[in-house]
């Protein structure tokens, strides 16, 4: 069984920073790749960010890229999302998820229980 636990979340404003933190239980967390997905209310969750197992491969989405960065620690078990430059509409519960590299919500099969952020002006 794989169970992921998100922290870092809290209430920030416009132009400051938050670190997400993964931890990831579970003997296959080396061999999965991971992303952080984050729905707003009234919204769909959408991707945010991915990295491959191995952490060479990374992608964004066009909101995140160039302010946001995701990393992996594999000894640690740990994945995170280091956000700069925070926006009002970077609010949303922000999810972690172990599948297969990809933007798809459905090529995930293990989530975490999400992590609020809050951006005010």
């Known amino acids: 069984q794989v169970q992921l636990v998100e922290s870092g979340g809290g209430l920030v404003q416009a132009g400051g920073s938050l670190r997400l933190s993964c931890a990831v239980s579970?003997?296959?967390?080396?061999?999965?790749?991971m992303g952080w997905f984050r729905q707003a209310p009234g919204k769909e969750r959408e991707f945010v960010a991915g990295?491959?197992?191995?952490?060479?491969?990374?992608n964004y989405a066009d909101s995140a890229k160039g302010r946001f960065t995701i990393s992996r620690d594999n000894a640690k078990n740990t994945v995170y999302l280091q956000m700069n430059s925070l926006k009002r509409e970077d609010t949303a519960v922000y999810y972690c998820?172990?599948?297969?590299?990809?933007?798809?919500?459905?090529?995930?099969?293990?989530w975490g229980q999400g992590t609020q952020v809050t951006v005010s002006s």
């Open positions: 998820a172990r599948g297969s590299y990809g933007s798809d919500p459905s090529a995930y099969d293990y």
């Open positions: 579970g003997r296959t967390f080396r061999s999965g790749s």
């Open positions: 990295i491959s197992w191995g952490g060479s491969n990374t």
